[in-house]
């Protein structure tokens, strides 16, 4: 079955720290990927995406995805994180023609001072 | 950048009224919308998708008598909860996708709804 699975529910890091936020998906062939940040009551801002061509991503406030075909896998990352950052991550792929996202069940960030 | 935005942001009815969200696409025009729920602390499930001119597309489970999907200009699509309960009660996101093929989905705010 087509599936998003974003393995860790929480993460706690210190502010400066670096990040990794891991992501898998279930699919016979490679999907357009999506991250996505939510912050408390809002809606959901793009990150950065994949579709094609160069594996390494560069997205807004810094963060930057590696896409790994082999592992099936689009990890979310930044070199140094803000507080500013803590907000809930959902990595997203669209499987088909059809448009529409799968989302995984998200990973909710909190940054220690 | 695209701008998509919803009306209202909160609201709160009774049960066994209805209530209708507006979701709008700003700048460009949005020949497919899709409409989500989210329940606390959870992701985002597809309720259903529009497009300009057709009727919405539900997926399997959500009742399409209960929320009524008009899709009726390339810049507004309405959810429409009919007869709400307060299971009803959940945070409504859209999202909308334009003409151009730049495969990605521009949501709204969102719009908190609680059924008293």
Redesign the interface.
């Known amino acids: 079955a087509q599936s998003v699975t974003q393995p860790d529910i929480h993460i706690t890091v210190s502010e400066g720290a670096s990040l990794e936020l891991r992501c898998n998906y279930s699919y016979g062939a490679t999907p357009?990927l999506?991250w996505?940040v939510q912050s408390p009551?809002?809606?959901?801002?793009?990150l950065l995406?994949y579709?094609s061509g160069d594996t390494l991503v560069q997205g807004i406030k810094g963060f930057e995805a590696e896409f790994k075909r082999s592992q099936s896998s689009f990890n979310l990352r930044k070199p140094s994180v803000h507080w500013s950052d803590a907000a809930e991550y959902?990595c997203a792929a669209?499987m088909d023609s059809?448009?529409?996202?799968i989302?995984?069940?998200?990973t909710?960030l909190l940054v220690r001072p | 950048g695209a701008v998509v935005s919803q009306h209202p942001s909160r609201v709160i009815c009774k049960s066994g009224t209805s209530v209708k969200i507006e979701c709008r696409s700003l700048d460009f025009q949005a020949t497919t919308m899709f409409w989500y729920r989210q329940f606390p602390k959870q992701s985002l499930m597809l309720m259903a998708t529009s497009n300009e001119g057709s009727k919405a597309t539900y997926e399997q489970g959500v009742e399409k008598d209960k929320f009524l999907i008009n899709h009726a200009s390339l810049t507004l699509s309405t959810l429409t909860v009919t007869s709400a309960h307060p299971e009803d009660s959940s945070f409504y996101i859209c999202s909308a996708r334009g003409q151009e093929a730049s495969y990605e989905q521009y949501f709204g705010p969102g719009t908190r709804l609680t059924v008293t």
């Open positions: 357009y999506f996505y009551g809002q809606g959901l801002q793009l995406k579709f959902f669209e059809s448009y529409k996202l989302f995984g069940s998200g909710r």
